[in-house]
C-alpha cells in the first residue's frame, strides 16, 4: 500500500474504534467532556460515556449551521434544509421535539433533532439557520439557551 492509502485506513479505523468505545452511536451517552446546568441549580460535570438520566430541561450554549450544507444528507438520513425548523444534538434521539429558548431575548422555537453535533467543547445544540433566525442568534453566531425536551 502506498502512504495515502495507509493514512486513510488508519484514520477510518481509529475514527470507528473511537465511534464503539466512546458510545457515539448510542443514543443517550455525551460524547464530550460538558459542563451542563440543570434548572434545579446542580450542575453535573458529564464526562465521556456518560449517560444523561431523565434530564428534560438543560441549558448551555447554543451554535447555528446552514449555509454550505443544503442538499446533504443528516445524520438520520434526510436532506438538510437550512430554513427548516431542526437541530442538530450530541445524544437525543432522531425526532424528538425541544424547545430552545434564547436566554438573551426569551425568544423560543420547537425545533426537530435530525442530525448530530455540535462537536465544539461547551456548546450542547446546533440550530438549522431558520431555526436560529426565529430566535434571533443569527448575527451572534453563538447564544446562551435553555432546551426542554418535548418528546418524540
Known amino acids: 500500500m502506498n502512504q495515502n492509502k495507509i493514512k486513510i ?12 468505545f466512546l458510545g457515539l452511536g448510542h443514543s443517550s451517552t ?4 460538558d ?6 441549580g446542580i450542575n453535573l460535570d458529564f464526562q465521556q460515556g456518560v449517560e444523561i438520566a431523565n434530564q428534560a430541561i438543560y441549558s ?3 451554535t447555528w449551521y446552514g449555509p454550505g450544507f443544503d442538499g446533504r444528507r443528516t445524520a438520520n438520513g434526510e436532506v438538510f434544509n437550512s430554513n427548516a425548523l ?4 450530541r445524544s437525543l434521539p432522531f ?3 425541544v424547545r430552545v429558548t434564547n436566554m438573551n431575548n426569551g425568544r423560543s422555537v420547537v425545533v426537530r433533532i435530525n442530525d448530530r453535533g455540535p462537536f465544539t467543547k461547551g456548546k450542547i ?3 438549522s439557520a431558520g431555526a436560529a433566525r426565529a430566535i434571533n442568534m443569527i448575527n451572534s453566531g453563538v447564544a446562551p439557551v435553555k432546551v426542554e425536551v418535548l418528546g418524540i
Request: proline share 0%.
Open 125 to 127: 445544540i446546533d440550530l
Open 86 to 89: 431542526t437541530a442538530a444534538h
Open 30 to 33: 455525551v460524547a464530550q467532556t
Open 95 to 97: 425526532g424528538t421535539k
Open 60 to 62: 448551555g450554549q447554543a
Open 35 to 40: 459542563r451542563i446546568t440543570a434548572t434545579e
Open 9 to 20: 485506513f488508519n484514520t477510518a479505523f481509529f475514527l470507528g474504534l473511537n465511534f464503539i
